[in-house]
């Protein structure tokens, strides 16, 4: 039992430049991949989400736009992101007769796609459940589907689907290390280096286990403290009152005033 | 009243939903400084005509002019229509994002495109006016029904409109809430607002109007002058409606 | 009463999910002199190799499959199976590296199973129709055989950490070279292709391809590649592809040839051209000490 203790940490002492490595490299494509994936979901969700055009051409795009839309949304959330790196890689290289794109802009593009997919889904969801009437406020002052779209529903909508981003964030740390079957020297891939050298596969599992851990937790947490500092916003300050034009009022959190 | 002076002029407006028709033909004008209070049963088709004119809802057939233009065919451009038209809904529809100042002066710089120190100044006066200056911070959820609605009025007056539309304004508010936003439109009526009030408020009708239409399937019934409708109906349909009110 | 039937049941779904388990080994196969010795043993192959094929020659076997060679060999250490197959190098290698493990130096066609070349040999692969294969030929015809087992030898010995001081195989890198041979090996299978991560050993080559800096192939595949390359006039490449990604990478041509422990098996040579084979092992069985 302390034999397989030390194990561990020799495996950690020995190979930490590479560890650190994998970790550098799994942290950076999961999260360009997530921001990329997020900018992929409000593209698409702004796109299915516009009403149909009047003008029978841009009508007849507005179609072919959101089909092509919803069959990337269906294959990519339908097969599994390790066939999707191994077709869009090798794929590629039969393409361009050889030519193989560069490992980590492969890997961040292959969950960029995957992610963009899951999060087409989420940003619509969250563009159909805000109000109509943020719409019609937005519509009737005279600004175009798109300002309303920039300036009063994405920023709700961002917000609101907050919990299901930093999810999906969480979702690819872990995810990434499928990306070992291109070649992707991610922490997984490591773990498969470090193994074959020691024929300690069950240490080396474990303290990459650990690693995983470490880095979803506390990026749970951290994002958990960002959503809970962007709710307590329900302070404001009243300027001024009848005896004193300078004064500051602060009111701290007010229950919601229902209206029925 | 003539063509020329009418701001804006309904021809044979209709609007189905579906197979259901709501609007059968609305014909009606709306001259400069106006105060026209609309009313009716729920179900008449008061609110769908107010969300023609703006477009918020295209009407199915029929005619909305102006100044004599035709809004869906001839006029240079949507969204400076509907910033020249000012509407107040009843459900407020403040943008839940931004502050009261951020409101108001959004619409100004994006669709008006004021500068931000302009957009301000001019947000502060009207909000001032509805006696919301105070809460410029405040978000939407901060702050009760009737502030919200004064926000919203203070976000349409912003925009400089010809006219103001206003979608039963006061039927989501608290009772106590009611009069604070009714003092705000009656003082516009009298600085001369063009203004069409969609309303259940049978006293704004009769004090404050200068002209009651009221509405029954999807058509105009009758209207006139607040003595002539409230003290002599002539229709059936208009007395019964009326006395219903009284009852209550 | 709800409680307890639930409980219930979830104590009977583990005990029969703990039934459709395997069962522990237990037989000791240490004494074995030939396969016909390893009658009713529980023995291991990896999934899709002439091994788990050869596997079946063992009188009344308990055969396995398991997808790599790390999973025969936790399979191994943690007594579920009694032994797995190997090629003799790869044996040593492991037995090297791990105290309590050991193999059965069985030989082949004769105590042990019976083979081709083309099962157990690993050759050069190829595009088809790559005029490259007659030049390869005849470079590797001119390696003699004890310098092929005695290469081998110093790679098990440099996989397992120990000290070599001169390869058997050596040859001058071109002055001029006349081009690049890119090459593709799993670069996780010693002692025929493995990786270095911390310093180099002897005569190891830096992986190419981004990410990979730091990263050093060696193995046998890695001289006899460098050994084809610098007769060839040209510089050497070494790309580090997964198993199944290595034929796609040959056929999409973003390598010139594989050169990975691949054995020219029927299958394979309807995809793509071998050259000879460059290295011939027994299959062996490793077995834990008791």
Same mark, same amino acid.
């Given at each position: 039992?302390?034999?397989?203790?030390?194990?561990?940490?020799?495996?950690?002492?020995? $190979?930490?430049?590479?560890?650190?490595?994998?970790?550098?490299?799994?942290?950076?494509?999961?999260?360009?991949?997530?921001?990329?994936?997020?900018?992929?979901?409000?593209?698409?969700?702004?796109?299915?989400?516009?009403?149909?055009?009047?003008?029978?051409?841009?009508?007849?795009?507005?179609?072919?736009?959101?089909?092509?839309?919803?069959?990337?949304?269906?294959?990519?959330?339908?097969?599994?992101?390790?066939?999707?790196?191994?077709?869009?890689?090798?794929?590629?290289?039969?393409?361009?007769?050889? %030519?193989?794109?560069?490992?980590?802009?492969?890997?961040?593009?292959?969950?960029?796609?995957?992610?963009? @997919?899951?999060?087409?889904?989420?940003?619509?969801?969250?563009?159909?459940?805000?109000?109509?009437?943020?719409?019609?406020?937005? @519509?009737?002052?005279?600004?175009? $589907?798109?300002?309303?779209?920039? $300036?009063?529903?994405?920023?709700?909508?961002?917000? %609101?689907?907050?919990?299901?981003?930093? %999810?999906?964030?969480?979702?690819?740390?872990?995810?990434?290390?499928?990306?070992?079957?291109?070649?992707?020297?991610?922490?997984?891939?490591?773990?498969?280096?470090?193994?074959?050298?020691?024929?300690?596969?069950?240490?080396?599992?474990?303290?990459?286990?650990?690693?995983?851990?470490?880095?979803?937790?506390?990026?749970?947490?951290?994002?958990? @403290?960002?959503?809970?500092?962007?709710?307590?916003?329900?302070?404001?300050?009243?300027?001024?009152?009848?005896?004193?034009?300078?004064?500051?009022?602060?009111?701290?959190?007010?229950?919601?005033?229902? %209206?029925? | 009243?003539?063509?020329?002076?009418?701001?804006?002029?309904?021809?044979?407006?209709?609007?189905?939903?579906?197979?259901?028709?709501?609007?059968?033909?609305?014909?009606?004008?709306?001259?400069?400084?106006?105060?026209?209070?609309?009313?009716?049963?729920?179900?008449?088709?008061?609110?769908?005509?107010?969300?023609?004119?703006?477009?918020?809802?295209?009407?199915?057939?029929?005619?909305?002019?102006?100044? /004599?233009?035709?809004?869906?065919?001839?006029?240079?451009?949507?969204?400076?229509?509907?910033?020249?038209?000012?509407?107040?809904?009843?459900?407020?529809?403040?943008?839940?994002?931004?502050?009261?100042?951020?409101?108001?002066?959004?619409?100004?710089?994006?669709?008006?495109?004021?500068?931000?120190?302009?957009?301000?100044?001019?947000?502060?006066?009207?909000?001032?006016?509805?006696?919301?200056?105070?809460?410029?911070?405040?978000?939407?959820?901060?702050?009760? /029904? /009737?502030?919200?609605?004064?926000?919203?009025?203070?976000?349409?007056?912003?925009?400089?409109?010809?006219?103001?539309?206003?979608?039963?304004?006061?039927?989501?508010?608290?009772?106590?809430?009611?009069?604070?936003?009714?003092?705000?439109?009656?003082?516009?009526?009298?600085?001369?607002?063009?203004?069409?009030?969609?309303?259940?408020?049978?006293?704004?009708?009769?004090?404050?109007?200068?002209?009651?239409?009221?509405?029954?399937?999807?058509?105009?019934?009758?209207?006139?002058?607040?003595?002539?409708?409230?003290?002599?109906?002539?229709?059936?349909?208009?007395?019964?409606?009326?006395?219903?009110?009284?009852?209550? | 009463?709800?409680?307890?039937?639930?409980?219930?049941?979830?104590?009977?779904?583990?005990?029969?999910?703990?039934?459709?388990? +395997?069962?522990?080994?237990?037989?000791?196969?240490?004494?074995?002199?030939?396969?016909?010795?390893?009658?009713?043993?529980?023995?291991?192959?990896?999934?899709?190799?002439?091994?788990?094929?050869?596997?079946?020659?063992?009188? *009344?076997?308990?055969?396995?499959?398991?997808?790599?060679?790390?999973?025969?060999?936790?399979?191994?250490?943690?007594?579920?199976?009694?032994?797995?197959?190997?090629?003799?190098?790869?044996?040593?290698?492991?037995?090297?590296? +791990?105290?309590?493990?050991?193999?059965?130096?069985?030989?082949? &066609?004769?105590?042990?199973?019976?083979?081709?070349?083309?099962?157990?040999?690993?050759?050069?692969?190829?595009?088809?129709?790559?005029?490259?294969?007659?030049?390869? +030929?005849?470079?590797?015809?001119?390696?003699?055989?004890?310098?092929?087992?005695?290469?081998? &030898?110093?790679?098990?010995?440099?996989?397992?950490?120990?000290?070599?001081?001169?390869?058997?195989?050596?040859?001058?890198?071109?002055? &001029?070279?006349?081009?690049?041979?890119?090459?593709?090996? *799993?670069?996780?299978?010693?002692?025929?292709?493995?990786?270095?991560?911390?310093?180099?050993?002897?005569?190891?080559?830096?992986?190419?391809? *981004?990410?990979?800096?730091?990263?050093?192939?060696?193995?046998?595949?890695?001289?006899?590649?460098?050994?084809?390359? &610098?007769?060839?006039?040209?510089?050497?490449?070494?790309?580090?592809?997964?198993?199944?990604?290595?034929?796609?990478?040959?056929?999409?041509?973003?390598?010139?040839?594989?050169?990975?422990?691949?054995?020219?098996?029927?299958?394979?040579?309807?995809?793509?051209?071998?050259?000879?084979?460059?290295?011939?092992? +027994?299959?062996?069985?490793?077995?834990?000490?008791?």
């Amino acid at each position: 039992m302390i034999q397989f203790f030390q194990d561990a940490a020799n495996i950690l002492s020995e $190979h930490y430049p590479f560890l650190l490595r994998g970790v550098g490299y799994t942290m950076l494509i999961a999260l360009v991949g997530t921001l990329a994936g997020l900018l992929i979901g409000l593209a698409t969700g702004v796109l299915r989400t516009c009403p149909l055009s009047k003008n029978v051409v841009v009508r007849w795009l507005q179609k072919i736009a959101n089909g092509i839309i919803a069959v990337y949304v269906e294959v990519f959330r339908g097969t599994p992101m390790m066939v999707q790196a191994m077709v869009i890689y090798w794929g590629y290289a039969f393409a361009s007769g050889g %030519n193989t794109l560069p490992l980590i802009p492969s890997g961040i593009l292959i969950v960029s796609i995957n992610t963009g @997919a899951y999060m087409a889904e989420i940003v619509r969801g969250g563009i159909i459940s805000i109000d109509n009437g943020q719409f019609e406020g937005a @519509a009737a002052v005279g600004m175009t $589907h798109w300002q309303a779209m920039v $300036h009063v529903i994405l920023p709700q909508v961002l917000r %609101n689907i907050l919990p299901s981003v930093a %999810n999906e964030f969480v979702i690819n740390i872990k995810d990434t290390s499928v990306l070992n079957v291109i070649g992707v020297t991610e922490l997984y891939y490591f773990a498969g280096i470090i193994k074959r050298q020691t024929f300690q596969t069950f240490q080396t599992y474990l303290v990459i286990c650990v690693i995983y851990f470490i880095l979803t937790f506390s990026i749970t947490r951290i994002l958990r @403290a960002i959503e809970k500092k962007l709710q307590v916003t329900d302070s404001f300050v009243i300027c001024g009152s009848q005896s004193d034009p300078n004064a500051e009022i602060r009111v701290v959190k007010k229950p919601e005033v229902p %209206n029925d | 009243m003539t063509e020329n002076n009418a701001v804006i002029e309904l021809k044979g407006l209709c609007k189905s939903f579906g197979k259901v028709d709501v609007l059968k033909g609305i014909d009606m004008q709306v001259a400069k400084g106006e105060v026209v209070a609309i009313i009716g049963s729920s179900g008449s088709g008061k609110s769908t005509m107010l969300r023609c004119i703006n477009l918020l809802e295209t009407p199915t057939t029929g005619e909305i002019l102006w100044h /004599g233009q035709n809004v869906q065919t001839e006029i240079e451009s949507l969204y400076k229509y509907r910033a020249s038209v000012g509407m107040v809904f009843q459900q407020f529809n403040l943008y839940n994002n931004l502050t009261v100042l951020q409101n108001c002066t959004l619409p100004q710089i994006k669709v008006l495109h004021k500068s931000k120190e302009e957009a301000e100044k001019t947000a502060k006066d009207y909000l001032e006016r509805v006696g919301m200056l105070p809460y410029l911070n405040a978000r939407p959820a901060q702050i009760s /029904g /009737g502030q919200k609605q004064r926000v919203a009025i203070a976000r349409a007056l912003a925009m400089n409109p010809e006219v103001l539309l206003f979608d039963e304004p006061t039927s989501a508010l608290d009772p106590e809430m009611v009069g604070e936003v009714l003092a705000v439109m009656q003082q516009l009526a009298q600085e001369g607002m063009t203004m069409l009030v969609v309303t259940h408020e049978m006293a704004f009708a009769r004090d404050v109007s200068t002209r009651v239409v009221y509405m029954n399937e999807g058509v105009i019934c009758e209207q006139g002058s607040p003595e002539e409708i409230f003290g002599n109906p002539q229709k059936q349909a208009t007395k019964d409606f009326l006395s219903r009110f009284r009852n209550q | 009463m709800k409680k307890i039937i639930a409980m219930t049941l979830a104590l009977l779904m583990v005990l029969s999910l703990a039934a459709c388990g +395997n069962s522990a080994a237990s037989m000791d196969i240490s004494g074995a002199k030939t396969i016909a010795d390893l009658k009713g043993a529980k023995i291991a192959a990896q999934t899709g190799t002439f091994h788990a094929d050869a596997l079946k020659q063992i009188p *009344e076997v308990q055969a396995s499959d398991l997808p790599d060679f790390t999973a025969l060999l936790e399979a191994l250490k943690a007594g579920t199976i009694d032994g797995y197959i190997a090629e003799e190098p790869t044996a040593f290698d492991v037995c090297m590296s +791990n105290e309590d493990l050991a193999y059965l130096p069985l030989v082949n &066609n004769d105590t042990g199973f019976t083979a081709t070349d083309a099962d157990t040999g690993i050759a050069v692969g190829l595009k088809t129709g790559n005029a490259l294969r007659e030049q390869i +030929n005849e470079i590797l015809s001119q390696i003699p055989a004890e310098t092929r087992s005695e290469l081998m &030898n110093q790679m098990v010995q440099i996989s397992a950490g120990k000290e070599v001081t001169k390869l058997a195989l050596e040859s001058e890198a071109p002055a &001029n070279p006349t081009g690049t041979l890119k090459v593709a090996m *799993e670069c996780a299978y010693a002692p025929f292709n493995w990786t270095d991560s911390s310093n180099p050993s002897l005569g190891a080559v830096p992986i190419s391809g *981004e990410g990979k800096e730091g990263l050093y192939a060696n193995g046998y595949d890695v001289q006899i590649a460098k050994y084809i390359a &610098n007769k060839l006039g040209m510089d050497l490449e070494i790309y580090a592809i997964e198993w199944d990604g290595l034929i796609p990478a040959l056929d999409a041509g973003t390598v010139d040839a594989i050169i990975a422990g691949m054995s020219p098996t029927a299958e394979r040579e309807e995809q793509i051209d071998f050259t000879d084979v460059y290295y011939s092992s +027994n299959l062996v069985v490793i077995y834990k000490k008791k």
